[in-house]
Every structure is written in C-alpha cells, then in structure tokens.
T-cell receptor, first 110, second 117 residues
Framework: RKEVEQDPGPFNVPEGATVAFNCTYS??????FFWYRQDCRKEPKLLMS???SGNEDGRFTAQLNRASQYISLLIRDSKLSDSATYLC???????????FGQGTELSVKP | ETGVTQSPTHLIKTRGQQVTLRCSSQ?????VSWYQQALGQGPQFIFQ???????GRGNFPPRFSGLQFPNYSSELNVNALELDDSALYLC????????????????FGPGTRLTVL
C-alpha cells in the first residue's frame, strides 16, 4: 500500500460546482496533514493544514477521519482559477520529510 | 523578504554525466529539503539539510548527494545520470528542522527541470 494515495483524476467540472477529493494514508501515527496546490509547471504551495477533525477557509473545507485514515478536500462554488493539481501531504514523523500523494488534477470549465 | 530561488531553471544533460543544482533558502530559514517530481507524480523526498548536515534521506541511491553552506544555501549533485532522473527538482526551505511529530511549513522554489537524453 502506498503511504499516501489519491485519485489522480482528472476531475472536469463546470464553474459553480462542488467537488471533493479524497486521500488515504497508511501511517496511523500521523498527526498533521496538508493540502498543497500546484499550478501547471509551477511549485507546490500550501493551501490548507489539518490538525484535528477539519478546517474551513472560505470555499475550501478539509476533513480528517483518523479511524479510516482518510482526508478529504471539498471545494464549493468552483472558479476557473481553481484549476490546478491538488496534492495531499503527510509529514513523516522524523527528518522533516513530506510524503506527497500523486496529486488530483482539477479542471474547471466555463 | 526574498523567497526560495533555484538555478538553473532548465537543464539538458546526457546519460552518464553529472549535474549540480542550486538553491537559496528563504531569508531566516536554516533548513533545506530537496524533492524529485516526475511527470504526473507527486514530489518525492530526496533529503533534508539542517545546519549543514544531512537530516533525513529518502529512498534515493548514493549518487544523489547534497551540501548545505553556512549561509544555508544548498546544492544537489547527481552523478552518473540516468534517463529516469529526468524530472522537476524542487527545493524547499523551512525555519528549522522538523521531528518528533512537529512540522514547519516548507516553502518551495520554482524548481529546476532536468532532462536527461
């Protein structure tokens, strides 16, 4: 089993749609989780952090289910500018290593 | 505040050659991590440097090596290049090394795109 797994997509949705991405992780001891956004041919940038059951920031909601070792990212009222790859990230306990999922590609169409 | 910078932006090498990639960390950050991102994949951790010493390594062979300098800038060296080394190499800096469950946000540079022919 991969340490962090995501549905690669692509997800093609119309503007205004609600879309959800899922991510599973294998290390039950993980305490913190992150969603990064990566635009085409650019570097990843932190979108949201998840330390407890969830986090909300405007149109974005991240939820954590520790029992199922599952993290989700919900985007409401999708904008064209949300088109990007969304990376689920789990820090390794030691050495500052970030473990990335393969990313989920989102394309928002007019 | 200057962000993370990397050089060069693009590089083309042939199999068997050696390459050196450079990274300048964000002001005030003393920790640098390197990642390899193949096309269509998420970044994979190569290693991290904290105060000029290696502080964690991923599943990469010894021909991947690094350095960190007193000003916290860093180099990634890859010897005996292989075709599969073609990727985007990302450098990330953070305020201090993480461990024991703690985490410091890592800020990524724009990357160096390496093509091995």
């Amino acid at each position: 089993r991969k340490e962090v797994e995501q549905d690669p997509g692509p997800f093609n949705v119309p503007e205004g749609a609600t879309v959800a991405f899922n991510c599973t992780y294998s290390n039950s001891a993980s305490q913190s989780f992150f969603w990064y956004r990566q635009d085409c041919r650019k570097e990843p940038k932190l979108l949201m952090s998840v330390y407890s059951s969830g986090n909300e920031d405007g149109r974005f909601t991240a939820q954590l289910n520790r029992a199922s070792q599952y993290i989700s990212l919900l985007i409401r009222d999708s904008k064209l500018s949300d088109s990007a790859t969304y990376l689920c990230v789990v820090p390794f306990n030691q050495g500052g290593k970030l473990i990335f999922g393969q990313g989920t590609e989102l394309s928002v169409k007019p | 505040e200057t962000g993370v910078t990397q050089s060069p932006t693009h590089l083309i090498k042939t199999r068997g050659q050696q390459v050196t990639l450079r990274c300048s960390s964000q002001s005030g950050h003393n920790t640098v991590s390197w990642y390899q991102q193949a096309l269509g994949q998420g970044p994979q951790f190569i290693f991290q440097y904290y105060r000029e010493e290696e502080n964690g390594r991923g599943n990469f062979p010894p021909r991947f090596s690094g350095l960190q300098f007193p000003n916290y800038s860093s180099e990634l060296n890859v010897n005996a290049l292989e075709l599969d080394d073609s990727a985007l190499y990302l450098c990330a800096s953070s305020p201090r090394a993480s461990g024991g469950g703690s985490y410091n946000e890592q800020f990524f540079g724009p990357g160096t795109r390496l093509t091995v022919l």
